[in-house]
């Protein structure tokens, strides 16, 4: 059975706790897109972690990781990562795509050197090199991962490639060029490093799905954030949806059974962009702190994030796009301090009311229209049964299931791996 776990909205929705839960019976879990540009954040019995690039079925001796085609394979970042967990005393499996790309050292200097020249118009990106990477690729000049292992060929071409990547630092944007000699030395260190993890990733995940194996299919950030259909400009460079998980592992479209949404009790978002329902001052101050389970504060770059209402507009888009079979609300336990919660339930644009998600420009004249509704005012974290919730807890989760068309078959009430209650 292949599962794929995605997020609904702009990504840190709580993927990481519900894929480390999953993983639990899981025999695989994939890494399918996406890079060391995002974290999910994980507690359970070995501590807490910020996973970037790992998946997050590491902690579960018995299960395979994966990391897949669709990745951008940061090498430099991977071995801090791999150095981290394992100080923390956990041990895993992992394979390589022979496929993955890699990320160079330029792509991580171009992100930095672009929102420079950008300015005022910049991203807000976490400048890991990203978006440059993605454009070689799709270019077709990056690296894969079975080209570190042909030294004479990867010499030639990191040659080629830095005569124009050379110009186009001294003459655009004034910096010193790189000698691709010195990024020969680096990769060869990374083939080093990686090479007994090295697979045919794609045909293991095939084979797997013959024997009748388990597989989660991890995404990273979510809808919002999708190339083609998130809130462009203001998104990743990689799609983030569930049907990109076959073509980024390599699996059959149809094998993927479960797509299990993932979506928060309100909103948060990094990163520049409309965000329709974002709320401001000492009312998102106290968000923010409460957020998560230390603060709405980015795994990997710290940066506060934005936060607002539960946005049902944005949701039920998000989980439309994504094909959810079944939605997992999660930080609901957040709210139990507020009076009176603010959901926002259309938009008003010009004058007009809508709950379809608008393109960028319709989105930035987007006002919300809210609709309030009472707290619930109790600690509802170690509540171990839907039922038990209070009742405001359960009609603020039944209005959202409602509005968002999916049904909500989970709804987490703490950041801890136990902490869940199925509907
Ligand atoms: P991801 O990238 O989607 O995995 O999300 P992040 O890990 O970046 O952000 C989610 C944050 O919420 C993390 O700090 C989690 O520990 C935390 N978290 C997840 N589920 C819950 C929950 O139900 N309640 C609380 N309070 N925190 C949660």
Redesign the pocket.
């Known amino acids: 059975m292949v599962r794929a776990i995605v ?1 609904a909205n702009w ?9 480390d839960l999953c993983a639990e019976n899981a025999d695989i879990v994939v890494r399918f897109q996406g890079g060391a540009n ?6 359970n019995e070995h501590g ?1 972690f ?2 970037h690039q790992l998946p ?1 079925g590491i902690f579960n001796k018995n299960t395979t990781n994966i990391i897949a085609n669709g990745v951008a394979l940061d090498i430099n970042k991977l071995k801090a990562e791999i150095a981290s967990v394992k100080e923390q005393g956990v041990e895993f499996n992992l394979l390589i795509s022979e496929r993955a790309q890699v990320l160079l050292p330029h792509h991580v200097l171009l992100d930095e050197y672009e929102e420079e020249r950008l300015g005022d118009k910049k991203f807000g990106s976490t400048k890991s090199g990203i978006a440059p990477f993605y454009a070689d690729k799709y270019s077709k000049v990056g690296i894969q991962v079975w080209e570190l292992f042909e030294k004479d060929r990867l010499k030639e071409k990191l040659k080629g490639m830095y005569e124009k990547i050379n110009i186009q630092f001294k003459y655009l944007y004034n910096k010193p060029e790189i000698n691709y000699l010195e990024v020969f030395d680096i990769l060869n260190g990374y083939a080093d490093y990686i090479k007994d993890n090295v697979a045919d990733t794609s045909g293991i995940l095939r084979n797997a799905i013959k024997e009748g194996k388990t597989i989660l299919l991890e ?4 809808s919002l954030k999708d190339t083609d259909h998130g809130i462009y400009p203001y998104v990743t460079s990689s799609s983030t949806l569930a049907g990109y998980a076959a073509v980024g592992a390599g699996i059959p479209p149809h094998e993927i059974k479960n797509i299990t949404v ?1 979506t ?2 309100y909103s ?1 978002a990094v990163g520049e962009g409309p965000f329709v329902s974002e709320i401001f001052g000492d009312e998102a101050d106290e968000l923010r702190k ?7 504060f ?2 990997t770059t710290g940066r506060p994030r934005r936060v607002g209402y539960f946005d049902t507009v944005a949701t039920r888009y998000g989980c439309e796009i994504q094909g959810a079979t079944e939605v997992c ?6 709210l139990s301090y507020l009076d009176e919660i603010n959901v926002c339930v259309a938009y008003d644009i010009n004058g007009e009311q809508t709950k379809d998600f608008p393109t960028t420009e319709a989105l930035c004249k987007a006002k919300p229209v809210l609709k309030t509704f009472k707290g619930w005012k109790s600690d509802i ?1 170690g509540i171990t049964e839907y039922d038990k919730l209070p009742e405001e807890a359960k009609a603020y989760v039944e209005f959202i299931e409602k509005e968002i068309g999916f049904k909500i078959g989970m ?6 791996r136990n ?2 209650l199925y509907r």
């Open positions: 997020g990504g840190d929705e709580g993927k990481g706790k519900i894929t995002a974290g999910h954040t994980i507690i807490r910020a996973l997050s995404g990273q950030l979510g993932i928060k009790a948060s409460r957020g998560g389970d230390k603060g709405e980015g795994a609300m999660t930080c609901l336990d957040v974290r709804v987490s009430n703490g950041p801890k902490e869940i």
